[in-house]
Antibody, heavy 120, light 109 residues
Framework: EVQLLESGGGLVQPGGSLRVSCAASGITFSNSAMSWVRQAPGKGLEWVSSTTASGDTTYYADSVEGRFTISRDNSKNTLYLQMNSLRADDTAVYYC?????????????WGQGTLVTVSS | EIVLTQSPGTLSLSPGERATLSCRASQSVSSNYLAWYQQKPGQAPRLLIYGASSRATGIPDRFSGSGSGTDFTLTISRLEPEDFAVYYCQWYGTSTMWTFGQGTKVEIK
């Protein structure tokens, strides 16, 4: 059974930093491109960032470029998102998702999400 | 920049009825990279359709996808109680990366 388990969310002040993690099991993590997708309260889905299976190439949405960093530790089957200079509009549930390359780069498995709240 | 516009915003139907959801791209896109997801309250999205018309693993055959160019459709042939949810289309492009539509809510009439 595939499981993606996010952790590390919480309340952070504007301008602060937070790192969220995603522990994967049931997949060959080192062969899997991975992504972060977020959803602000009551809103739709927004792609945030992606990384290739090896981690040597990363991609970012314009809204987070220069503030967020995606990384992975394939020895620990874990994906990370380091979030700096956080703003109120970064408040959202952050989902990690596996990329299905053979399926047109869609997201075939999702975690349950972790809530990040940016507020003073 | 590709923009995906979903319509209608809300679809009010009864169980057993047919649901037709639209996703329109601002310019012609490859259907290979068009997907549909279902999201229920408090849950993560679930992949339904990829490549515009291929059902994901475990998805019932009452769900079908079609379309090409700028117009794509998700059809639910006969709504089951568990199908009332929000549905998103999504497209991948090398320049814009992953783009989602704003969603269509299918609610019980």
């Amino acid at each position: 059974e595939v499981q993606l388990l996010e952790s590390g969310g919480g309340l952070v002040q504007p301008g602060g930093s937070l790192r969220v993690s995603c522990a994967a099991s049931g997949i060959t993590f080192s062969n899997s491109a991975m992504s972060w997708v977020r959803q602000a309260p009551g809103k739709g889905l927004e792609w945030v960032s992606s990384t290739t299976a090896s981690g040597d190439t990363t991609y970012y949405a314009d809204s987070v470029e220069g503030r967020f960093t995606i990384s992975r530790d394939n020895s620990k089957n874990t994906l990370y998102l380091q979030m700096n200079s956080l703003r109120a509009d970064d408040t959202a549930v952050y989902y990690c998702a596996k990329v299905l390359y053979s399926g047109g780069r869609c997201f075939d498995y999702w975690g349950q999400g972790t809530l990040v709240t940016v507020s003073s | 920049e590709i923009v995906l516009t979903q319509s209608p915003g809300t679809l009010s139907l009864s169980p057993g009825e047919r649901a037709t959801l639209s996703c329109r791209a601002s310019q012609s896109v490859s259907s290979n990279y068009l997907a549909w997801y279902q999201q229920k309250p408090g849950q993560a999205p679930r992949l339904l359709i990829y490549g515009a018309s291929s059902r994901a693993t475990g998805i019932p055959d009452r769900f079908s996808g079609s379309g090409s160019g700028t117009d794509f459709t998700l059809t639910i042939s006969r709504l089951e109680p568990e199908d009332f949810a929000v549905y998103y289309c999504q497209w991948y492009g090398t320049s814009t990366m992953w783009t989602f539509g704003q969603g269509t809510k299918v609610e019980i009439k």
